[in-house]
């Protein structure tokens, strides 16, 4: 028979396949940025979220604070090192408002974690503790990665478009949020099922506002295109020679 700790293993194996994907869903918008020089009206939040939201579970998971959490390391390590990319190609293609706005929040989030690490390791001296401390910070880390892209929700609203809130990042957060939850569940862990359950809701709300507004998006971006199509258009050709009517007027018969 199968225990319940062999299930939870492949749970959390097929969660770090999710987040993953998760953590590369953006590089089609990336894609984007690259190809027109500009992050346009899209928002760094979400990368700035889910980086220090990464950097705390890989406190979280570190053998002197959560022992037996090598899938949790090893994963958000890895998005670490996928946000930063994300996060310096934005500030390549931003504004010089934009782009300190984000260097700003950056070096905030590396310092809060350098104190967090150093006090946590210092003054907390077990792992009980330790993970209760991290874990809880973890939580809300989690939950505003979870949260992030509903901050163009306002704008989404109002335009009643989703060019700007990129789907794929959408529909992996809510798969993500399904398979962790899941893993907590097998083995209770209120640290990584309350946020992980809140991420599938906000996942969820997400995939219904593109469910209501992709119709309207795809009209407006057509719209967008015929209209530059028709700006593009060269202006009608005038001839310079008059037309000939039949016994009428040209230049060399003035005709009747």
Known sequence: MISAESVRTAVGVLGNVISLILFLSPVPTFVQIWKKGSVEQFSPTPYLATLVNCGLWVLYGLPMVHPHSLLVVTINGSGVVIELVYLLLFIRFSDQKKRLRV???MLAEFVFLGVLALLVLSLVHTTKLRSTVVGSLAVAGNIL?????????????TTKSVEYMPFYLSLAAFANGVCW????????????AAPNGLGTLFG???????AAFYKSTKRQM????CKGEVGLAPPPTVSAEPRKMGGGYT?????V
């Open 181 to 192: 939850t899941s893993y907590a569940v097998i083995r209770f862990d209120p640290f990584i």
């Open 251 to 255: 230049p060399e018969n003035p005709g």
């Open 145 to 157: 990665m979870y949260a992030s892209p509903l901050s163009i929700v306002k704008m989404v609203i």
């Open 222 to 225: 057509l719209a967008r295109k």
């Open 204 to 210: 969820l709300l997400q995939l219904l506002l593109y």
């Open 103 to 105: 260097l700003v929040v």
